[in-house]
C-alpha cells in the first residue's frame, strides 16, 4: 500500500491540484460574467498551484523520465560504458537538484522570517516559494532511485560477463 502510494506519489498531487485550479478558475469566472463580483484571491491562489504543479511535475518527468535530454554521445556508447554514461549524468543532476533544494531552502526561510505575505490571500509568500525545494527534493529522490537501478543493471552485467 505505503509502496503504491509512493509509486503514484506526484500522479496523486498533481491530479488532485488540477482539478482544485479548474474548479476555482472556472468559480472565479462565473462570478466575475454571472454575478458581476470577482474573488479577490482566487488567481493569486491559482497561480502558486500552478507554481506547485510546476516543480512537483518536474519530478513526475524524472520519474517517468520524460525530461527533455540530448542523447547524442550517450547513444554513441555501448554496454558498460552508456551505463556508466547515464551515471555521470544522473549524477550531476542530482547534484543540481540537491543545489537548487538547498539554495531554494535558504530563500524559503528568509521569507518566512521577514514575514512577508502575498498582497490577496495574505499568506506568507515562502508557502509559495517552497514549490522550489519541495520539488526538487522529490526530483533528487526519483534521481536517487534511478541510480540505484542503474547501478543493479551494471551488477547483473558484471555477473553475466
Given at each position: 500500500?505505503?509502496?503504491?502510494?509512493?509509486n503514484?506519489f506526484e500522479?496523486y498531487?498533481?491530479?488532485g491540484?488540477l482539478?482544485?485550479?479548474v474548479?476555482?478558475?472556472?468559480?472565479?469566472?462565473?462570478?466575475?460574467?454571472?454575478?458581476?463580483?470577482?474573488l479577490?484571491?482566487?488567481?493569486?491562489l491559482?497561480?502558486?498551484?500552478?507554481?506547485w504543479?510546476?516543480?512537483?511535475?518536474?519530478?513526475?518527468?524524472?520519474?517517468?523520465?520524460?525530461h527533455?535530454?540530448?542523447?547524442?554521445?550517450?547513444?554513441a556508447?555501448?554496454?558498460?560504458?552508456r551505463i556508466l554514461?547515464?551515471m555521470?549524468?544522473?549524477?550531476?543532476?542530482?547534484?543540481?537538484?540537491?543545489f537548487?533544494a538547498y539554495?531554494?531552502?535558504e530563500?524559503?526561510s528568509?521569507?518566512?522570517?521577514?514575514?512577508q505575505v502575498?498582497?490577496?490571500m495574505r499568506?506568507?509568500m515562502?508557502?509559495?516559494?517552497?514549490?522550489?525545494?519541495?520539488g526538487?527534493?522529490?526530483?533528487?529522490?526519483?534521481?536517487?532511485e534511478?541510480?540505484?537501478?542503474?547501478?543493479?543493471?551494471?551488477?547483473?552485467?558484471?555477473?553475466v560477463?
Open positions: 500500500m505505503v509502496r503504491k502510494i509512493w503514484h500522479e498531487l498533481l491530479v491540484s482539478a482544485f485550479s474548479a476555482l478558475v472556472f468559480i472565479q469566472v462565473v462570478m466575475r460574467y454571472v454575478f458581476q463580483q470577482s479577490s484571491w482566487s488567481e493569486e491559482a497561480r502558486y498551484l500552478f507554481l504543479q510546476i516543480w512537483i511535475g518536474a519530478s513526475f518527468a524524472v520519474k517517468e523520465r520524460r527533455l535530454r540530448i542523447e547524442m554521445l550517450l547513444n556508447l555501448r554496454g558498460r560504458s554514461g547515464e555521470a549524468v544522473l549524477l550531476v543532476w542530482f547534484g543540481f537538484s540537491v537548487l539554495k531554494g531552502t530563500l524559503t528568509i521569507l518566512f522570517l521577514r514575514g502575498s498582497p490577496a499568506i506568507p515562502g508557502y509559495a516559494y517552497a514549490a522550489v525545494p519541495a526538487c527534493i522529490l526530483m533528487a529522490i526519483r534521481l536517487l534511478e541510480l540505484h537501478d542503474l547501478f543493479r543493471t551494471l551488477a547483473s552485467k558484471e555477473e560477463s
